[in-house]
């Protein structure tokens, strides 16, 4: 049996091909990793003072900077997050929500040394899979209950689907 390369646990199950991350990593990553990809796109799709210009490179690199921009914000963010799970570690008073903060805190600290996977991870997200438009520029985002739905506004396919915890 594999072990993780995050926790040293056992892995159970494979959920990211290719990359040894047990199930309760795996789970921890996904909200990271929604909170990043919500930010991502959200921050790029502000207005820009030069716009015709963005959309002029948009449009003749779209593939390769719709791409970086997966990367672009990713060590602000862990900075981010990680105050924020150093914060609520030290004020945690129940054992599982501390377990939650002290694992968060194993992962970001993976993916500080592993920035490839953030390119692993939204390969498939960057872009609509039905019209092709990018994700950075057509994107709607909707609450379900505790769920985070972010779809593709120009064509209305939902590309991925987060469990959205208030703790974070």
């Known amino acids: 049996m594999e072990t993780c390369v995050i926790c040293g646990e056992p892995q159970d199950y494979q959920l990211y091909k290719g990359h040894n991350i ?5 789970d921890v990553m996904e909200d990271i990793m929604g909170e990043y990809f919500l930010r991502t796109v959200a921050d790029a799709s502000k207005p820009q003072a ?6 002029y490179l948009s449009n003749t690199s779209k593939y390769i900077s ?4 997966i ?7 862990v900075k981010e997050i990680s105050e924020r799970a150093t914060n609520e570690l030290e ?5 599982a929500k501390k377990r939650y903060f002290e694992r968060m805190q194993l992962i970001l600290d993976w993916l500080e040394e592993n920035h490839a996977f ?4 939204f390969k498939d997200y960057y872009v609509c899979p039905t019209c ?3 994700i950075f520029e057509e994107y709607s985002k909707e609450e379900l209950g505790d769920w985070l739905l972010i779809s593709c506004s120009k064509c209305g396919t939902d590309i991925k ?3 959205s915890p208030k703790i974070v």
Do not use: I, M, R, V
């Open 161 to 163: 689907k987060y469990y």
């Open 132 to 134: 092709g438009s990018s």
């Open 22 to 26: 047990c199930t309760s990593c795996a």
């Open 118 to 121: 953030y390119h692993y991870y």
């Open 66 to 69: 719709d791409y970086k921009k």
């Open 71 to 77: 990367t672009s914000g990713s060590k602000k963010l």
């Open 91 to 95: 004020q945690a008073d129940a054992p």
């Open 50 to 55: 030069h716009e015709e210009y963005f959309k």
